[in-house]
């Protein structure tokens, strides 16, 4: 048995497979060197099917149409104060009207920017449930790993031709789903605006 530990996300996948070539060819130099031993994972299999990952799904969804109706609630509300202000533009002075239409800008922009956060916070939402999958996932093959004497585990994706007994996908996902069966989507809150200090001079 072996420590395992994920490889690191940034070695580059063609790196990976010619290092695995390598290794393989410098096996036909001696009779007493083995062929490594490989495993095989769809890392997007069990992204998409794990119980867990269609758990976050409609959840995503909900929150989305939430934020969607949100937008088109809040838009709706700037074009009434822009129509507002059109209307009194005839009866305001130029100084007033500025006033009102900079207070307009104003709100827009701010709204503007609370969309951008909100829309930010729920990507960041999908993406660390998704990444709580993946560290389920990886755990789990590092265990098979140990207990199959493995030397490497590749994703499906980076492997163009593999005997289908070095698949271990099933059983990978078999186990993430035990023990990750659901998952619950956690929106971070927007901090909180603290109110500036008195001046006490």
Wanted: hydrophobic share 40%; net charge positive; no cysteine.
């Amino acid at each position: 048995m072996r420590p395992w530990a994920p490889l690191r996300r940034s070695l580059p996948a063609a790196a990976l497979a010619l290092g695995i070539h390598a290794a393989m060819a410098g096996t036909t130099a001696t009779a007493q060197d083995e062929l490594p031993s490989i495993g095989v994972v769809d890392v997007q299999m069990i992204l998409r099917n794990s119980k867990a990952s269609k758990s976050v799904r409609p959840q995503i969804e909900k929150l989305r149409k939430d934020y969607q109706a949100s937008v088109r609630e809040r838009e709706a509300e700037l074009r009434k104060a822009s129509q507002e202000l059109q209307r009194q533009r005839a009866v305001l002075s130029p100084q007033a009207f500025a006033k009102r239409r900079g207070a307009y800008e104003e709100q827009a922009r701010k709204a503007q920017i609370d969309f951008q956060n909100r829309k930010r916070r729920l990507d960041d939402a999908y993406s660390t449930a998704m990444r709580a999958v993946h560290r389920s996932m990886v755990i789990a093959a590092a265990k098979i790993a140990e207990e199959r004497d493995f030397d490497v585990v590749l994703p499906k994706s980076i492997v163009l031709l593999a005997d289908q007994k070095l698949d271990i996908t099933a059983e990978v996902l078999r186990r993430v789903d035990e023990t990750l069966p659901s998952l619950a989507v956690s929106v971070k809150k927007p901090p909180d605006r603290m109110a500036p200090a008195p001046n006490n001079r």
